[in-house]
C-alpha cells in the first residue's frame, strides 16, 4: 500500500494514524518532495475514475495555473501539466492499496475502502472539512 501524504495535512495525519491502527503495512509517499510524474497521474486518475479537475485543490495560490481552463477532455493534458508542475494543487491524501484500489482518503468510507476489516460505511467519527 503507498499513501500520498503532505505531513502538514490533517486529512493525511488521520489517514496515516488509521494505517497504523489497523496494522496496514505502506509506504508514505511525500509528493511535495517527490512529485508525481504526469504518467503516474494519468494512472491514479484512472484507478479513481476520476478527471484532473476532480483532484485538483483550487484554493492553493498555485492554482492560477488552471484559472480559466475548461473541464473538458480537450483541456485535460493542461490540467494534467498543471498538477505535475505543481503538486500542491493535488487532493490529498491518495491511498493505493496492493490490490490496485485507489482512493483519496478524506473521509473514513473512502478509508474503508482500502482497510481490511472495515466496513465500507464505517463512521469513526470523522467529518470532512
Keep these: 500500500m503507498e499513501i500520498w501524504v ?3 495535512c ?3 495525519r488521520a489517514a496515516t494514524a488509521a494505517l497504523d491502527e489497523a496494522g496496514v503495512d505502506y509506504t508514505v509517499r511525500r509528493y511535495l518532495d517527490d512529485p508525481p ?3 503516474e497521474l494519468e494512472e491514479v486518475l484512472a484507478r479513481l475514475d476520476l478527471e484532473p479537475w476532480h483532484v485538483t485543490r483550487t484554493g492553493e495560490p498555485e492554482a492560477t495555473a ?3 481552463l475548461p473541464r473538458t477532455q480537450e483541456a485535460r493534458g493542461q490540467w ?3 498538477l505535475a508542475s505543481h503538486p500542491r ?3 490529498r491524501p491518495i491511498i493505493t492499496a496492493d490490490d ?3 482512493v483519496v482518503g478524506r473521509d473514513p468510507a473512502s478509508l474503508a ?3 481490511p476489516g472495515r466496513r465500507p460505511d464505517a463512521d469513526d467519527g470523522a467529518r470532512e472539512s
Design 37 to 39: 510524474s504526469r504518467a
Design 100 to 102: 490496485g484500489t485507489t
Design 6 to 8: 503532505n505531513p502538514a
Design 89 to 91: 494543487l493535488i487532493q
Design 80 to 82: 494534467l501539466d498543471a
Design 10 to 12: 490533517s486529512k493525511c
Design 66 to 68: 488552471v484559472e480559466g
Design 113 to 115: 475502502r482500502v482497510l
